[in-house]
T-cell receptor, first 115, second 109 residues
Framework: NAGVTQTPKFRILKIGQSMTLQCTQD?????MYWYRQDPGMGLKLIYY???????DKGEVPNGYNVSRSTTEDFPLRLELAAPSQTSVYFC??????????????FGDGTRLSIL | QKEVEQNSGPLSVPEGAIASLNCTYS??????FFWYRQYSGKSPELIMS????GDKEDGRFTAQLNKASQYVSLLIRDSQPSDSATYLC?????????FGTGTRLQVFP
């Protein structure tokens, strides 16, 4: 069982380039999330989705875009990469946050450097 | 703004001691709370969840919840050097989790 899969694991971008971070889950979870984690810091929510076709902004959405066309996939797009977006990006999913208190399952992360 | 607060540490304890990690939250509507462990360079992994007031034990780990005081804690008994990591506390807020900034635990031999 793969769980939450993120690709790529590492990437170096030049300022102004764009890229898409991929996230796929095979657990049929409705809820999916993108976080960024700067060195020595906690997780900051970028965007989240409560189901296919529905997305919402988190705490730090500027500079990012998302889409959710299927239950399985939740890609995160950086349009004009800036050095401030150098971070580790985690994707997570869960079936439902409150009923039964389902925890979030995390992918292994994508380490992104903008130079 | 809904917040979860933790002491960043580091919390240093000797091997075999009890490590006590604390967390407070601001959203009285939160119902579920989670403790995640994160090793350096790795993703967070769930170690405990708690939904009701009181204690919940799982092996060497005990989570405690006090909703009246809006306080969650994690006790690690017989701490081992392999427990050295950052521990993230999280509480639910509608459709998402609010994470604290984490407490770094160091267990020395």
């Amino acid at each position: 069982n793969a769980g939450v899969t993120q690709t790529p694991k590492f990437r170096i971008l030049k300022i102004g380039q764009s890229m898409t971070l991929q996230c796929t889950q095979d657990m049929n979870h409705n809820y999916m999330y993108w976080y960024r984690q700067d060195p020595g810091m906690g997780l900051k929510l970028i965007y989240y989705s409560v189901g296919a076709g529905i997305t919402d902004k988190g705490e730090v959405p500027n500079g990012y875009n998302v889409s959710r066309s299927t239950t399985e996939d939740f890609p995160l797009r950086l349009e004009l990469a800036a050095p401030s977006q150098t971070s580790v990006y985690f994707c997570a999913s869960n079936p439902y946050p409150r009923v039964g208190g389902q925890p979030q399952h995390f992918g292994d992360g994508t380490r992104l450097s903008i130079l | 703004q809904k917040e979860v607060e933790q002491n960043s540490g580091p919390l240093s304890v000797p091997e075999g001691a009890i490590a006590s990690l604390n967390c407070t939250y601001s959203d009285r509507g939160s119902q579920s709370f989670f403790w995640y462990r994160q090793y350096s360079g790795k993703s967070p992994e769930l170690i405990m969840s708690i939904y009701s007031n009181g204690d919940k034990e799982d092996g060497r780990f005990t989570a405690q919840l006090n909703k009246a005081s809006q306080y969650v804690s994690l006790l690690i008994r017989d701490s081992q050097p392999s427990d050295s990591a950052t521990y993230l506390c999280a509480g639910d807020a509608a459709d998402k989790l609010i994470f604290g900034t984490g407490t770094r635990l160091q267990v020395f031999p």
